[in-house]
């Protein structure tokens, strides 16, 4: 059973930095990818960053240069660190995973396996 787990959301004030953890356990596929996905109230839900195995990233051109997405050396956490965060970044963040997200790795709707989210919450 594959499970997914978020932790490192909070509060911070524009200009700041939060790293957040996804913690992935269960056999998922030999190669997948797991993603940052973001919605804030009234807004689509959006790619933020992807990882997926071999190491290649995908990163929303609202987050690119901010954002740093990374997997430790167990390859069982995906961190995205994010620096320089802006108002606009406020938003719930889920990560999920998946084998057949290659050709659009930054759309939710390619992914079935979620956590449960951690909210982010930047003010001005």
């Known amino acids: 059973q594959v499970q997914l787990v978020e932790s490192g959301g909070g509060s911070v004030q524009a200009g700041g930095s939060l790293r957040l953890s996804c913690a992935v356990s269960?056999?998922?596929?030999?190669?997948?990818?797991v993603g940052w996905f973001r919605q804030a109230p009234g807004k689509e839900h959006e790619g933020v960053a992807t990882?997926?195995?071999?190491?290649?990233?995908y990163y929303s051109d609202s987050v690119k240069g901010r954002f740093t997405i990374s997997q430790d050396n167990t390859e069982n956490t995906v961190y995205l660190q994010m620096n320089s965060l802006k108002p606009e970044d406020t938003a719930m963040y889920s990560c999920?995973?998946?084998?057949?997200?290659?050709?659009?790795?930054?759309?939710?709707?390619?992914?079935?396996?979620w956590g449960r989210g951690t909210q982010v919450t930047v003010s001005s």
């Open positions: 999920a995973a998946d084998s057949s997200v290659w050709f659009r790795p930054l759309d939710p709707a390619r992914y079935n396996y």
């Open positions: 269960g056999y998922i596929s030999r190669r997948y990818c």
């Open positions: 990882f997926c195995t071999g190491g290649m990233t």
